[in-house]
């Protein structure tokens, strides 16, 4: 399994970023993928996650109505669209299958003005 995210950078409040997860070596289109965020201090938590076949999601509560998770299974990739970002939203973001062990390099995202 590898997973290697991508698109986070630095962002003011307000402001929208699009992260990317290319993801190899299992079937991607049977599995169910996740975003989770880690913020200095803190516990990795789960974001949200996606089902296999896209047409079913959930959200933590802190970005529902702001994040929306999609994917692509021809191209192997799930996408975290994230909106309204909060200087809260700072944190390094990785994307998972689920179930699964196996975490990529993340990528940091910093809101702040």
């Known amino acids: 399994v590898q997973l290697v995210e991508s698109g986070g950078g630095l962002v003011q409040p307000g402001g929208s970023l699009r992260l990317s997860c290319a993801a190899s070596?299992?079937?991607?289109?049977?599995?169910?993928m996740s975003w989770y965020r880690q913020a200095p201090g803190k516990e990795r938590e789960l974001v949200a996650i996606i089902y296999s076949t896209g047409r079913s999601t959930n959200y933590a509560d802190s970005v529902k109505g702001r994040f929306t998770i999609s994917r692509d299974n021809n191209k192997r990739t799930v996408y975290l669209q994230m909106n309204s970002l909060k200087p809260e939203d700072t944190a390094i973001y990785y994307c998972?299958?689920?179930?699964?062990?196996?975490w990529g390099q993340g990528t940091q995202v910093t809101v702040s003005s």
């Open positions: 070596g299992f079937t991607f289109s049977s599995y169910a």
């Open positions: 998972k299958k689920i179930p699964g062990d196996s």
